[in-house]
């Protein structure tokens, strides 16, 4: 409240007629705030929501049963609609956006899961169960595999032996062995004859991993020329190909031939 003058003044009031058809939406109370466009003013996006809550909120169907939302604490979904436009608190308020951000997760994952199904019913992945090349790569090795190591792979060799496409995720900390599991596998995908990616976020991760992958396979300190390396317990030598953003024109399109045609493993 201003005062001019000596005397108390509204400046840009708000008001509502409390007999109105849309008593309650501006005034009195917590009121929403809606991204409006031009021409469209706040008062009137709130009383026509208003209104459609009044006539159709109740009618909202929730599609989640009553025993999850008892298990998750939830409220219905008609009541987080009401809440979430016109909370009675702030706690209503964010007990009604708990609810909707649900709604949208679990959606979301029931979509995920859908497609994994989807794509593991199909049943057209490879089954590779020879790992003699692999078991030569290690036994070359200046190292043994620790416990943790070798129970990761014989879970990642037990899913590349179904034709089930495998989704499984490797987690370990720096250092922990992880490059040196993944060629493993990668490994027994080429010795029956397939081709294998290792993929990185940045460009220098693609190149460190390129030369380690060269390394451990050849056994030399630096990558060998073109990627070339002979490998234990396979009868030709294997190529392996670095491709990243930056990658020249002339090596990007000789890569690429590479990896179309089966020139790079």
């Given at each position: ?18 007999d109105g ?23 009137t ?5 208003a209104?459609l ?40 308020l964010r ?6 951000a649900?709604?949208e ?13 989807e794509?593991q019913a199909?049943?057209?992945a ?11 790569f290690?036994?070359?090795l ?6 943790s190591?070798r129970?990761a ?9 179904r034709?089930?496409?495998?989704s ?25 004859g ?11 991760l693609?190149?460190?991993?390129y030369?380690t992958?060269?390394?451990?396979l ?11 390396v ?14 990243t ?11 690429l031939?590479?990896l179309?045609f089966?020139g790079a493993?």
């Open positions: 409240m201003l005062f001019r003058f000596g005397h108390p003044v509204f400046q840009n009031p708000e008001y509502e007629r409390l058809p849309a008593a309650g939406a501006h005034t009195g109370r917590f009121v929403p705030v809606y991204p409006l466009t031009q021409g469209l003013a706040q008062r996006m709130r009383a026509m929501l209104a809550l009044e006539a159709f909120g109740d009618r909202l169907a929730d599609p989640l049963p009553a025993p999850i939302r008892k298990r998750q604490g939830l409220l219905p979904l008609p009541e987080a609609i009401r809440q979430c436009h016109y909370p009675d608190s702030e706690e209503t007990e009604a956006r708990r609810r909707l649900f709604d997760l679990l959606a979301v994952q029931i979509g995920v899961v859908s497609r994994k199904r794509w199909q049943g057209n490879p089954a590779v169960t020879d790992h003699a090349a692999a078991d030569a290690l036994a070359s200046p190292f043994a595999l620790t416990r190591q129970e792979l014989g879970a990642i060799r037990a899913d590349l032996a034709t089930v496409p495998m499984r995720l490797l987690e370990g900390d720096v250092g922990s062995g992880k490059t040196v599991v993944a060629v493993s596998a990668m490994l027994s995908m080429i010795a029956a397939y081709q294998a990616v290792l993929m990185a976020p940045t460009e220098v693609a190149e460190q991993h030369r992958i060269c390394r451990v050849s056994g030399e300190a630096e990558p060998p020329l073109h990627g070339v002979s490998v234990p317990g396979l009868p030709l030598p294997i190529r392996v190909v670095l491709l953003g930056s990658t020249r024109a002339p090596e990007r399109r000789a890569a031939e590479a179309r089966g493993q």
